[in-house]
């Protein structure tokens, strides 16, 4: 790998890591989340370190360096994917719950308002009853 080449890799590496750090601290980005920018960060690192390592780990599954390469882009897209999608239904079961306890709050709401609608409308005077004649 020319040297130009490795320079950059480490560069992008150092600079995800560094990115998903700045932003956890700084509360921009879950924890959870830097914690998967970070790893991908790290492994970009040791691959910009050693990149014999491309070809021993891809000889390991019996493919050659664009090979591997390829495969593990594919594989971090997918799980970021997988990842994300977890996420998007949890938030969206979260939010079916609060639309229906929106709801529910809402009919309440209505009904107080009625109640009290019903609470301050003039009431009719009544004629006061005759005392009741004794025999």
């Known amino acids: 790998m020319p040297l130009l080449q490795r320079i950059a890799i480490l560069l992008?590496?150092?600079?995800?890591?560094?990115?998903?750090?700045?932003?956890v601290r700084e509360?921009?980005?879950r924890r959870s989340y830097g914690l998967v920018w970070g790893a991908m960060g790290l492994v970009l690192l040791v691959f910009g370190l050693a990149p014999s390592l491309f070809e021993t780990v891809g000889a390991w599954f019996g493919l050659g360096r664009a090979g591997f390469m390829a495969a593990l882009c594919?594989?971090?897209l997918l799980g970021v994917a997988v990842w994300g999608s977890v996420r998007l239904s949890a938030l969206s079961d979260r939010e079916d719950?609060?639309?229906?306890?929106?709801a529910g709050l809402r009919e309440e709401i209505e009904r107080l308002h009625d109640e009290l609608k019903e609470a301050r409308r003039p009431q009719p005077e009544q004629k006061p009853k005759p005392p009741a004649l004794r025999t």
Request: glycine content about 4%.
């Open 74 to 76: 594919i594989l971090a």
């Open 27 to 29: 509360r921009r980005l």
């Open 97 to 102: 719950g609060r639309t229906d306890e929106t």
């Open 12 to 23: 992008a590496a150092t600079a995800l890591v560094l990115a998903a750090a700045y932003l």
